[in-house]
């Protein structure tokens, strides 16, 4: 059972923009930090954004600072990940983590054409 699934990747182009869902089932989600990860073919998975439980505090890995906004609504047990501004270097697979149960989602393709 995915206790994480993502949604909302696809192709865009560059200065495009995407929202990515995650939704959460069978743990308590609004207890949860969570986390935004991407990963490319032979890389290593580099951290995006994170996200307090409560969401008062975001954090953002420098490359996407100003173009991305990681959010919350416990109420639908539901992470995003909104994506402006995209370039051809964001393309990845991108995944939802729960850092402290070590959850993954499957994740979902983002592919940015120049």
């Known amino acids: 059972q995915d206790r994480l699934v993502e949604s909302g990747g696809g192709l865009v182009q560059a200065g495009g923009s995407l929202r990515l869902s995650c939704v959460a089932s069978?743990?308590?989600?609004?207890?949860?930090?969570m986390r935004w990860y991407r990963q490319v073919p032979r890389q290593a998975r580099e951290f995006v954004a994170s996200?307090?439980?409560?969401?008062?505090?975001?954090n953002y890995a420098d490359s996407v600072k100003g173009r991305f906004t990681i959010s919350r609504d416990d109420t639908v047990n539901t992470l995003y990940l909104q994506m402006n501004q995209l370039k051809p270097e964001d393309t990845a697979v991108y995944y939802c983590?729960?850092?402290?149960?070590?959850?993954w989602g499957p994740g979902t393709q983002v592919t940015v054409s120049a």
């Open positions: 996200i307090s439980f409560g969401g008062e505090t975001t």
């Open positions: 069978g743990f308590p989600f609004k207890s949860y930090n």
């Open positions: 983590n729960c850092y402290t149960a070590d959850y």
